[in-house]
């Protein structure tokens, strides 16, 4: 397999990648807070995400990927460690339970992953449903002296932890000197933060050693990593602001409970922006999976558009850019199509092998740290190629070559696979226009051009068109 190198946030510096324990990789999502609607700038993480899940797979390791749910905890203000919890605030706005809000906008996330046709995690486990884990981890950082009980809840000391600060550089000298964060009297140190809040009026509350409240939203990530992949894992994605504070407190928890490294390789990915503003679930217009139909875009196409960025660069939405990109899917529609219209080898004929050096440069792009823009490139220079070849020797060899060539570089890209599908559905022409396909044969066999221009525009208005080839008219779904 070829040397798959990554930059890792926490060593700031790209590096060889070496798991744990070889052949396999475990890797852990911070996924979605499910109080609201996902909107794009979430769907290009977890695009990125799914790339990184695919170029692993792709280079033969076996890979075991957890992402979680967020569904209580997650508070409107998180660097403070106060506010309202999120899920809490939709559901009193919705006059809907917290759990129906959750179960509601999980369903809308796993729907959107399929859409976009990101490989389902093999895990999504929900914070609500692993509070006795969090009590658990929260009992042994008591025993070891990195949290402490006080009115309001359990917090962890941040000056038990002399690596505070390791990841974003927010140590604890840093955050003295900073003095931008705001003391509550309880606490030892302004920046501890909250393992477990104390509250009997919140709508979702549990007992614990300690009294009646809700987990904080760091411990959560803790907890459910440690219980589905272990201690010392080998990769954790997140966007780029989740690197302080809450990757930041993860690192603190998971390593103060056990004394062991909780991950190997951190990898953060940049924003979506629009007009050089990050998108937000709280701020103007939510642009969602939904708004790409809206705008008589593919879902398919933000897919290719999220690639043309690399992960750490930020990248900027435009529906002018979107545009590009849905060129870029029509192009691989068209040549299907070609693909499809040779008819196939007879028996004992070759199939034809696959492009090893098409295969070779993206697979080399993809291992520097997962390069999408150039992988994308090799992709695109791919499908000229395919073309010219096609116009040159159109036949079963030639079109078998291609298609496996396709069907490889697909195993990351993911979009040949849903296209051949949709593809497969719109050539399934209904009886009548069948009929109206023949007729206009016909009467193109008689010379009768008049009737067949006729013909042409009654099966166009059906929401067909006719494309007429040397084997015979082809028919698709306009």
């Known amino acids: 397999m070829a040397d798959l190198k990554l930059y890792n946030s926490l060593t700031r510096r790209l590096e060889p990648f070496v798991p744990k324990e070889p052949g396999k990789v475990r890797v852990y999502n911070c996924g979605p807070t499910v109080y609201k609607r996902q909107h794009l700038g979430n769907m290009r993480r977890f695009v990125f995400a799914d790339v990184l899940r695919r170029t692993l797979e792709l280079l033969g390791y076996e890979v075991r990927d957890i992402t979680n749910i967020t569904d209580v905890g997650h508070l409107t203000d998180d660097e403070l460690d106060q506010g309202e919890d999120k899920l809490e605030k939709a559901a009193r706005e919705e006059k809907l339970t917290p759990q129906a809000i959750a179960d509601q906008q999980t369903a809308l996330f796993k729907q959107d992953l399929a859409i976009l046709n990101i490989e389902p995690a093999h895990k999504y486990p929900r914070a609500a449903e692993h509070i006795n884990e969090m009590l658990a981890l929260i009992q042994k950082l008591i025993e070891r002296g990195h949290a402490y009980v006080t009115k309001t809840g359990v917090y962890f000391d941040i000056t038990s932890f002399p690596a505070y600060g390791q990841l974003s550089g927010n140590s604890v000298a840093a955050l003295n000197a900073g003095a931008r964060i705001e003391v509550r009297e309880d606490k030892k140190h302004p920046a501890d933060f909250a393992l477990w809040k104390f509250d009997t009026a919140h709508l979702q509350k549990w007992d614990s050693p300690w009294g009646v409240g809700y987990p904080g939203w760091h411990i959560e990530c803790s907890a459910m990593s440690q219980a589905y992949l272990g201690s010392d894992i080998d990769i954790h994605t997140g966007g780029e602001d989740n690197k302080f504070p809450h990757h930041e407190n993860e690192i603190a928890q998971s390593e103060g409970a056990t004394g062991e490294r909780f991950v190997r390789v951190w990898l953060h990915n940049a924003h979506l922006q629009m007009a050089g503003k990050k998108l937000a679930k709280r701020e103007g217009e939510q642009l969602t999976v939904d708004s790409l139909r809206d705008h008589g875009h593919s879902p398919l196409a933000f897919r290719l558009f999220a690639l043309t960025a690399h992960y750490r660069h930020k990248l900027d939405f435009s ?141 166009s208005d059906l929401g067909y068109r006719v494309e007429d080839t040397p084997d015979g008219p082809r028919v698709y779904k306009n």
Do not use: C
């Open 319 to 459: 529906w002018e850019a979107l545009a590009d990109a849905q060129k870029h899917l029509e192009a691989v529609k068209q040549l299907l199509r070609r693909l499809q219209a040779i008819p196939s080898p007879n028996e004992g004929e070759g199939q034809g092998g696959v492009d090893n050096r098409a295969i070779e440069q993206f697979t080399t792009a993809l291992a520097n740290d997962l390069n999408t823009p150039e992988a994308l490139a090799v992709f695109l220079n791919y499908l000229r190629e395919a073309n010219a070849a096609l116009d040159a020797t159109p036949t079963a060899g030639t079109a078998g070559t291609i298609l496996a060539t396709l069907h490889q570089l697909d195993r990351v890209l993911g979009v040949i696979a849903p296209l051949e599908h949709e593809l497969a559905e719109t050539n399934a022409i209904p009886t009548d226009v069948q009929q109206l396909v023949d007729d206009r044969e016909a009467a193109r066999d008689q010379k009768d051009f008049a009737a067949s221009d006729t013909l042409r525009k009654r099966i």
